[in-house]
């Protein structure tokens, strides 16, 4: 028989909530703290979502814990983007060349509030709001926190888990110890932020543009993307520089920020009535990649989600990496015969490597996303990428090794899509690129893999 262990996770947003669900099936008694009010009773401060993307890697970690359909009835599919040019003409690129390969735009407070009261649903698991975490005693797994009002509390577990986010102080806690730990750490922030706005639905409930798509203004230096939601309404996000043409300390009054979007998002404006009202009551956020390692310490406390690897959100990835940590931790265990001192020190070997993949791979996609999506080689990789996947069906882009290979770890994902991707755009260069037989490419990218 298993034995039950005492597990206080820190953090009950997205990861954290997944991982107590995933404990409490495992039988074990789990105490969960957040900093924050609940969200269920305490709407949060707006501005910071940024919509998600769920794929397929985050459905396979929810599948296992029992709730996908349920999940996906909160979800809008979308199949491609819909790039905008600054004329205003469309442009539509799937996702894939397959079928039914799609990746769905999902609420981050919505979702969060449907693990919480999954995890609601377990009499093993007790979730503490409004409890801030001040230390982490890694050698003796106790925890101290203080809880709003300023009474403090410590809390002894067996095993701690840090899921706290890129502001982690569990990942704190262990960066003091570096002497002992040989704590690496990395943390890299790009020279944009983002700012959040809405399109919302028409007076009908209808959706102002096209419901199906993530919707996408590259413009070079700077961008806008737009999420629908379920009640008609988009979320959009501008990434922007701070400084320069379109920096966000740059547009520093309302007929800046209107003559901007004339200037370089004309179709979007007849869509934004509240634009310069909503463009200076949303804060800017920061945009940062953070990289660690070790993610364990003594076989007690073991960090994961955006407390080991935050990503900026650009291949649409942070979360999902965060579910497949809980998924793959809970194979580990079951690996490990639930010897957890074991468990982490397999885990962090496996993830680490592929987790700093995907930060990387974020990053480029920030620049794709930006500037190139209009570019005229880029669009003809996209042709024959398209032409691959409709007619081999083992052949994945860059993109869909990442997004519809769940079971394709991230980093080999990288490697090949890096191969791929060197090799097409060489062949998109030349004068000849569509006259080359499809069947030729596809065995020059064969030869990559081999």
């Given at each position: 028989?298993?034995?039950t262990k005492k597990i206080v996770i820190v953090g009950a947003g997205l990861c954290g909530s997944l991982l107590a669900i995933r404990m409490a099936q495992r039988g074990h008694k789990v105490e969960v703290y957040e900093r924050l009010p609940d969200m269920r009773k305490t709407p949060l401060a707006g501005g910071r979502s940024i919509n998600l993307a769920l794929s397929d890697r985050g459905l396979k970690a929810i599948k296992s814990a029992g709730f996908k359909e349920e999940i996906l009835e909160e979800c809008i599919g979308m199949d491609g983007r819909m790039i905008h040019s600054i004329n205003g003409e469309e442009r539509f690129s799937s996702y894939s060349g397959r079928e039914g390969e799609r990746i769905n735009s999902v609420s981050r407070t919505g979702l969060n509030i449907t693990l919480l009261d999954k995890a609601d649903e377990f009499d093993n698991v007790n979730i503490h709001f409004d409890s801030k975490c001040k230390h982490i005693d890694l050698d003796n797994?106790?925890?101290e926190f203080v809880h709003k009002g300023g009474k403090a509390i410590t809390v002894?577990?067996?095993?701690?888990?840090g899921t706290d986010g890129a502001g982690s102080i569990v990942r704190k806690s262990m960066m003091a110890r570096t002497p002992e730990l040989l704590f690496n750490y990395s943390q890299n922030f790009l020279r944009s932020g983002y700012k959040e706005l809405e399109i919302p639905a028409t007076d009908e409930g209808g959706y102002r543009?096209?419901?199906?798509?993530?919707?996408?203004?590259?413009?070079?230096k700077f961008m806008m993307i737009a999420l629908p939601n379920l009640d008609g309404s988009f979320t959009v996000t501008l990434f922007h520089p701070y400084e320069g043409e379109g920096g966000?300390?740059?547009l520093n009054t309302k007929e800046k920020v209107v003559d901007f979007f004339k200037k370089y998002?004309?179709?979007s404006l007849e869509h934004f009535p509240n634009l310069a009202e909503e463009y200076f009551n949303n804060p800017v956020g920061m945009l940062g990649t953070i990289k660690c390692y070790p993610w364990q310490a003594f076989g007690k406390t073991l960090i994961m989600g955006d407390a080991a690897h935050a990503i900026v959100p650009f291949y649409?990835?942070?979360?999902?990496?965060?579910?497949?940590?809980?998924?793959?931790?809970?194979e580990t265990l079951d690996e490990c015969n639930d010897d957890f001192e074991k468990a982490f020190q397999k885990?962090?070997?496996i993830r680490v490597h592929n987790t700093n993949a995907i930060a990387d791979l974020a990053v480029d996609n920030f620049y794709e996303m930006q500037d190139k999506v209009s570019d005229e080689i880029f669009i003809r990789k996209r042709t024959i990428e398209m032409k691959l996947e409709q007619t081999y069906p083992d052949y994945y882009s860059k993109y869909s090794l990442v997004t519809f290979q769940e079971d394709l770890p991230y980093h080999e994902a990288m490697i090949r899509g890096r191969k791929q991707d060197e090799l097409l755009l060489k062949i998109c260069s030349s004068v000849d690129w569509d006259t080359i037989p499809i069947e030729t490419i596809y065995e020059q990218v064969k030869q990559l893999t081999i």
């Open positions: 028989m298993k034995e797994a106790v925890a002894k577990a067996d095993v701690i888990l543009i096209e419901k199906n798509a993530l919707h996408i203004w590259p413009r070079g966000f300390n740059t998002y004309p179709d649409g990835q942070g979360m999902n990496a965060s579910f497949e940590d809980v998924r793959i931790f809970d885990f962090q070997e």
